[in-house]
């Protein structure tokens, strides 16, 4: 979490920096700040403030600085509330940082140096700048070599000295910084996303590396000061924004774009009729030589995972685990040389999903990472890389990376299927049929979204809701009740509908809406049975029903029917109907749809 970046050359750095956290917002929006080495005085101005970075474009233009090289950052809170003083970047001495990530010895480092008389805020960060100012005695490389041995954690610092000019510091484990000769001078940031389309090309920052920004120049020092050679990657990743467009908020833009981009994220994969992964480089040897699939990703990642499990289960006979990353390696999880682990990630950046495919693959495992942002953490991290085609997610809740890597993990069961001879071609090819029909009935939802509005003023003013469904309806719902929840703020639980009467059904009553999910033939009966009992408890239901099954409108106060595809394609409309309710639940509500509380888009602490 956190957005941090840096800006020296010879434009004016406020419009650099200022544009590159708003782009970087995604990653932390509780308050944002700046330093700028003040071209009059050569003094080190910092600006920051609460809020967001149109607060900190106000603060700065109550306080105008210019200058020609500085750093900022928007955050994501850790250690101390959501503060002006809390905000980066932090000074001590000749020293001001910004940081992202978390030291976990900070306490200790604090006592052990007696840095508390010259700290101000409750941060980690502020820490580090004091003990950075502690080794500082005119020799950069040296001081920052030696605070980074005394620090326990995760971090990407970067630094500028007030006695060095416009030259950023910067130094990483694990967070991540990129770097880039940018028009007029050098940049670096938290991830490409923050180039917005000004450099062509761009280094990841090695882990323990010191890396030099001057105006006309990236150095990059190893811990025992030896000038090394920078690999630069290029930017094949579309940085620019193109903004909302006639949309109110990103959301909505990015919902509507999905037939699109699951038809992107499958046509590089159909090739004549087939299922390829040619394209990814995956050899057909890795998807037949397992014997088991482990699924590691973080929120809806995960629920795409628990999507894939049910057809691993059901076309490949095959056992797959699905875990939270972040429990993973406390889980003692059974992993081997024979295991497929599946790392799943729109980011590629979040470190539990990081921390758990290194874990795997130090037990054997092979690996392919399904992603969406190209040349992240995760990508370079694992054996192999499906590239999902969303293009830039903005909006915190994640809707269009979900269904694209539906998609591509769909390619990636059938295509396991034909290679171990569970699929002959006829199974294949209605596989196949099944698929590409995605993007055309999810449009049919999208078309008729209003119906979906209408619908979602039900829930309003809700205070809990539930999300009740069988087998793959149920992993549906998952997704479905966490975007529910982390936009609209409405407590909602996603129940397997027949587990309900086993303690949860006593939640039940006239006050809580049920949102209903009916797409499998072969369990309607007993989903329908789950809901007459809810009904009986005083719920008021919105069924959501792939159109043919046989049910009797009338009984339900809200009826949805989704176009009709192969049971198991049904996640995709279903997904699009569910994301269009929470949407408008919370649009309606007056929320900030894009920036829900207490969420960043990007996870990068454990
Ligand atoms: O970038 P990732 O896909 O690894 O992120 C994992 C989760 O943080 C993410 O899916 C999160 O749950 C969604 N943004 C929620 O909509």
């Known amino acids: 979490m956190c957005g941090i970046v840096g800006y020296t050359g010879k434009q004016n750095v406020e419009k650099q920096i200022l544009d590159a956290l708003e782009l970087l917002e995604y990653r932390g929006y509780d308050s944002a700040g700046m330093a700028i080495m003040d071209d009059l005085t050569g003094q080190i101005q910092v600006r920051k403030c609460a809020g967001r970075v149109s607060d900190l474009r106000n603060v700065w233009c109550q306080n105008l600085v210019s200058g020609r090289c500085g750093i900022g950052h928007t955050r994501w809170a850790t250690h101390g509330g959501v503060c002006d003083e809390n905000a980066h970047p932090h000074r001590v001495g000749r020293i001001t940082l910004v940081h992202n990530g978390i030291i976990e010895n900070y306490e200790a480092l604090k006592d052990h140096f007696g840095l508390a008389d010259q700290l101000v805020s409750e941060t980690d960060t502020e820490v580090v700048a004091a003990l950075l100012n502690h080794f500082y005695t005119g020799d950069p490389h040296q001081a920052l070599v030696e605070t980074v041995k005394w620090l326990k954690g995760t971090f990407a610092l970067v630094v500028i000295f007030e006695d ?14 990129v770097a880039a000769y940018h028009k007029n001078g050098t940049m670096l940031a938290s991830d490409v996303a923050a ?7 761009y280094l990841v920052v090695p882990e323990y590396h010191v890396v030099e920004l001057h105006q006309d120049a990236i150095q990059i020092y190893d811990m025992e000061d030896r000038l090394c050679e920078p690999e630069f990657l290029e930017i094949d990743w579309d ?12 959301m909505e833009k990015e919902i509507m774009e999905q037939p699109e981009v699951i038809e992107k994220t499958l046509s590089s994969r ?6 390829s992964l040619e394209a990814d480089g995956v050899p057909d040897e890795v998807l037949k030589a397992c014997e088991r699939i482990c699924v590691v990703a973080c929120g809806t990642a995960m629920h795409a995972g628990l999507v894939a499990q049910n057809m691993v289960r059901s076309i490949l006979r095959m056992p797959m685990d699905v875990e939270y990353a972040s429990e993973f390696m406390y889980m003692d999880p059974v992993i081997d040389e024979k295991t497929l682990v599946l790392a799943i990630s729109q980011s590629g950046e979040t470190i539990d999903t990081l921390e758990a495919l290194k874990y795997a693959r130090r037990q054997g495992a092979k690996s392919i990472a399904v992603i969406n942002v190209k040349g992240s953490s995760i990508a370079r991290e694992s054996d192999y890389v499906m590239y999902t085609a969303a293009g830039p997610e903005i909006a915190v809740a994640s809707t269009k990376a979900y269904t694209t890597q539906l998609a591509a993990l769909f390619v990636l069961v059938g295509r396991m299927a034909v290679v171990r001879g569970v699929f002959d071609e006829a199974a294949e090819k209605t596989f196949v049929n099944g698929l590409v029909q995605a993007p055309e009935a999810m449009q049919k939802v999208l078309d008729r979204r209003e119906e979906i509005h209408h619908i979602a003023r039900g829930l309003l003013e809700a205070k809990d809701a539930f999300m009740i469904g069988r087998g793959l309806d149920y992993s549906i719902l998952l997704e479905g009740a966490l975007k529910l929840k982390e936009i609209s703020y409405i407590h909602t639980e ?24 009916v797409t499998q033939e072969r369990i309607r009966d007993k989903e329908l049975s789950n809901i007459r009992e809810v009904q009986s ?5 919105v069924l959501l029903v792939k159109d ?3 049910l009797n409108q009338e009984d339900y106060d809200h009826v949805f029917m989704l176009p009709a595809m192969a049971d198991g394609m049904m996640p995709f409309p279903a ?15 007056g929320l900030d749809v894009d920036k829900p509380r207490n969420l960043a888009k990007v996870v990068t602490v454990e």
């Open 164 to 177: 060095i000019p416009n030259v950023i510091f910067a130094i990483r484990n694990v967070s991540p910084i």
């Open 195 to 201: 180039l917005g389309g000004q450099a062509d090309r």
């Open 239 to 250: 940085t620019t924004r193109d903004g909302k467009g006639q949309y109110p908020f990103y």
């Open 270 to 275: 159909l090739v004549d009729g087939h299922l």
């Open 494 to 517: 996603a129940y397997a509908s027949g587990e309900l009467k086993h303690g949860t059904i006593a939640l039940i009553t006239e006050k809580t809406p049920v949102v209903a999910l």
């Open 537 to 541: 408890r005083g719920a008021s239901v």
């Open 548 to 550: 043919g099954i046989k």
């Open 575 to 589: 997904s699009a109907a569910l994301q269009l309710l929470a949407y408008y639940v919370s649009m309606d509500r």
